[in-house]
């Protein structure tokens, strides 16, 4: 039995207390690395509260909605922190929304105005919100008055390379105004903020349907990154690195949130690019890369990776960046987590720097202490018995307030439960085993296919890196066949029907795919900007190739 409790920071979790609780603790240490700028932690104190005095002044204030649109950066956490001290909710924008998705967010949100940069990499977002916001360009600044965004009302950028249009203010513009409210007003604003106000709105990237708006409080955002510091090893003075944007819970909270709690540096770039990232990690003694899969593949695969001196690294999520003795001895034993976005993160977790023991292979963990999960029949809302499968639901401290613009009656269950739409097993230790996403099940020849398992058994064999399995029409109108796009390992060809033999002797036949595709590369799949696979292109893709209507 583990000695673990629910944790949490000794002061009120608020966006105004935990800053400045950080700023008395951790001082003038470096928070985030740029380039050559740094953001200390003494420095976010005073530069939100500046530009929080600010936005008082501009007629932001408790429950205005302030999208922010920036990446990853001393700007975005000034920005986040400075809103949220004086109890405006920030709406995190993704970096990569085009137009239509801009505008629909947006509107969606109700933003009352919108903290931005004027272009980051290839995208000119001046000229993107102009297509996002019908009539924006016929505004004038602080004024905004359109039809599509009735709240919308200001516009301000951050590092113009060129004058702002009549509908944009500058930050620096912005800034201007913060004689116009004192300390006292601010320090006044911001003690009436409490945890359980909304502090952010963090929308999911799902795969098979629109975006939704996740609403967490001060409380989770702060406590939740805290508590999972029992299960990490995260140490004052440790510099991490993440390719993830701070506007996804990994970012946020699994990096930025937990470096500010342990007095730790986060190190970013402005684009990953693997010789260069590998410098940057070397250069920096960077002991955590947190990130996504085939990050760590495209690190490990770049000419220059082994000369570089990677020493520094002791954690993180790869364990092919780890020194030889800190690895694990078996792939299945890696303890990991298991959340969601409307959990703020995991809700099932180990220690992430321990191995899982033996016959616990492949388990994403126990309870969060604070979190509660059970499994449930999803069609008659049975509880299972341990050992069998059903639907994942979750309740406690970190779950979200709600989504934003649905009634939470139609949200959650009575009781306070969330159904994740998740298929897994509870083993009799609490142990949880993922199957997948309910809504990818697989109806072959009027039999469920678990897509996870059939993913599992194609990754088991030594000639895979990766495996994705979909449901496709039949043949014949008989339903859905099981479809498998297969990523080989480097330099390896795998023939389909060998594979198939192959998974013959593992699972039962309805389960085998029917048909597989095999890809040398990762990138020649469809992906979401959130690095998870796009389940409705890759089911276009194989329905395509081995579809009924297919030559």
Not at 60 to 77: D, Q
Not at 120 to 144: G, K, S, T
Request: hydrophobic content about 40%; some cysteine; proline content about 7%.
């Amino acid at each position: 039995m583990r000695a673990r409790r629910f944790r949490e920071p000794g002061y009120a979790p608020t966006a105004d207390r935990f800053v400045r609780h950080l700023a008395e603790q951790w001082g003038d240490r470096d928070l985030v690395v740029l380039g050559e700028r740094c953001l200390t932690y003494r420095g976010l104190e005073a530069q939100s509260r500046r530009l929080g005095r600010a936005l008082l002044a501009a007629g932001v204030g408790p429950g205005s909605r302030v999208a922010l649109l920036a990446p990853n950066g001393p700007e975005w956490v000034v920005g986040w922190m400075a809103a949220t001290r004086i109890g405006a909710v920030v709406v995190l924008l993704n970096t990569f929304h085009q137009a239509r998705e801009l505008g629909w967010a947006l509107a969606h949100c109700e933003a009352d105005a919108l903290l931005t940069v004027d272009r980051y990499l290839n995208h000119d977002y001046l000229a993107r919100l102009e297509q996002a916001v019908p009539d924006l360009a016929d505004q004038q600044r602080d004024a905004i008055s359109v039809e599509s965004h009735p709240r919308l009302r200001a516009v301000w950028m951050w590092g113009a390379t060129s004058p702002a249009p009549d509908w944009c203010g500058t930050v620096d513009g912005l800034l201007a105004r913060t004689g116009e409210v004192s300390d006292e007003h601010f320090d006044g604003a911001a003690a009436r903020v409490e945890p359980e106000d909304p502090i952010v709105v963090i929308y999911t990237s799902g795969s098979t349907s629109e975006p939704k708006g996740v609403v967490h409080s001060h409380s989770t955002v702060i406590v939740h990154p805290f508590n999972l510091l029992q299960f990490r090893d995260l140490r004052t003075g440790d510099r991490l690195y993440t390719s993830m944007p701070l506007f996804w819970v990994g970012g946020l909270s699994y990096t930025l949130v937990s470096a500010m709690h342990t007095g730790a540096t986060v190190v970013f770039e402005e684009r990953f690019e693997p010789g260069s990232t590998l410098e940057l990690i070397e250069r920096h003694r960077v002991t955590h890369v947190i990130g996504w899969p085939h990050i760590a593949k495209a690190l490990v695969e770049h000419p220059s990776f082994a000369a570089r001196d990677l020493s520094s690294i002791r954690g993180g999520s790869f364990d092919e960046l780890l020194p030889v003795h800190l690895r694990v001895s078996d792939p299945r034993r890696k303890a990991t987590s298991l959340g969601m976005t409307e959990s703020h993160g995991p809700h099932s977790i180990e220690p992430l720097h321990v191995e899982l023991p033996a016959g616990k292979e492949e388990s994403f963990g126990r309870s969060v202490p604070g979190l509660e999960r059970r499994i449930v029949d999803p069609d008659t809302g049975d509880e299972m018995p341990a050992g069998q499968p059903g639907e994942i639901w979750i309740r406690g401290y970190s779950l979200m307030l709600g989504l934003l613009g649905r009634d939470p009656a139609d949200v959650f269950e009575p009781g306070g439960w969330y159904r994740t739409g998740d298929s897994g097993i509870l083993d009799t230790d609490g142990h949880l085993y993922f199957r997948g996403r309910l809504g990818t099940v697989i109806k072959a020849g009027g039999t469920n296919v678990a897509p996870r398992e059939v993913e599992l058994a194609i990754e088991s064999q030594p000639d895979v890196m990766h495996a994705f399995v979909v449901g496709v029409p039949a043949d014949g109108g008989r339903g859905e066949a099981v479809a498998a796009a297969v990523v080989t390992k480097p330099g390896v060809g795998i023939d389909p029907e060998d594979l198939r033999s192959r998974l013959r002797a593992d699972m039962a036949s309805y389960k085998v795919p029917r048909h597989v595709a095999v890809f040398a590369e990762r990138s020649d799949l469809p992906w979401l900007e959130s690095g998870k696979v796009d389940l409705q292109g890759l089911r276009r893709l194989l329905a395509d190739r081995f579809g009924p209507s297919a030559d």
